[in-house]
């Protein structure tokens, strides 16, 4: 098929859900993605931030694929060994209890929700405004764009929005009825924004009066992309339960929440479930991503790239926010300098219309992120 074809066949067979930009790739390798014609170009979105460790990882590649050949699924009425395997790494670099897999970062939210009201008993949900929390009805209702919300209500009807960072408007708004304090460490979609450490301290020290649990969405923050396993440890603090996602698997579909033993034994038999989620495919893929960003010290490399890539736009007289390789920063016209980017060889994404996001895979060197500044001077 011929590149315009696909343009014209995709207006025809899908449902215009998304905007896309007009490039198709064809393969990818490291940090690199090529195109129809055999252009090369600088990947620093990977996937929104799902390829930390770069496209077409040979590791990857072999134990995915022999997992393949042995077994890809069976469903959760069986034990599988992938899935154990899994848990027991995630306890290992979390520090969380018990584990449930799904298939995407909005399935974890919403396994997120339903446990936070079986465990407490209660039904009201504490959100922050600029929130991102996924697509489905539960995730839907605690996530702030009205646009993405309004035509889809009635949704769930027990949510509050408090305002970001405001720790008085927090304490206004929390009380007894709370059933869970939802948040992301650092919001991604929002254009990648950090919570103060004075707002989380607030919520933690609260917990307790009023009996709610803390639920870290870490779907984008999460498997070293802001330059620790999770961003929950730049903070020091231990929530109740946290979702992840996207870099889960390198971008294999596969989505999890992790919760205390306090939590798990307040669960019980048939209460949530799965077809896919789990799978021994999915799951290798996730262990394998797991085990590659630990023998190259991706967690390292994140904080190090970061670091470099933020005194770098810093030349260019960039305020960038974030932590480790999750980068966000205004300028005039965002969608405008992604378009120029592209031509430019450089993949990045805009949030709004004034806030470019890079999320390159974790692997970055320091030679690219100069190509991709260089780049982005030319642009300016
Ligand atoms: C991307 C994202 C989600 C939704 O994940 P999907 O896999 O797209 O459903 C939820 N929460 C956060 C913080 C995200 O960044």
Redesign the pocket.
Known sequence: MSENELFEKESELMIPFFKRLPVTFKRGKGCWLYDFNGKKYLDLIAG?ACVSIGHSHPEFISRVYEQMRELMHVSNLFYTEPQIRLAEKLKEISGFDKFFFCN????A?EAALKIARKVTGKKKFLALENS????TMG?LSITWKEKFRKPFEPLIQEVEFCKFNDVDDFLGRVNADICAVIL?PIQ??AGVYEVSKEFMDAVFEEKERYGYLVIF?E??TGFCRTGEWFAKDHFGCSPDIM?M??AMASGFPI?GVAVTNEVANKIEISEHGSTFGGNPLACTASLATIEIMQKENLAENSRDMGGYFRKRLAELGFEARGKGLLIGFDVGDAKALVSKLLEKGVVANNTSDTTIRFAPPLVITKDEIDFAVDALEECL
């Open positions: 929104i995407s970062g909005t399935e939210v991102f929390h996924g697509r995730a992301e991604g979609e969405d779907v984008q979702t996602a996207k989505g």
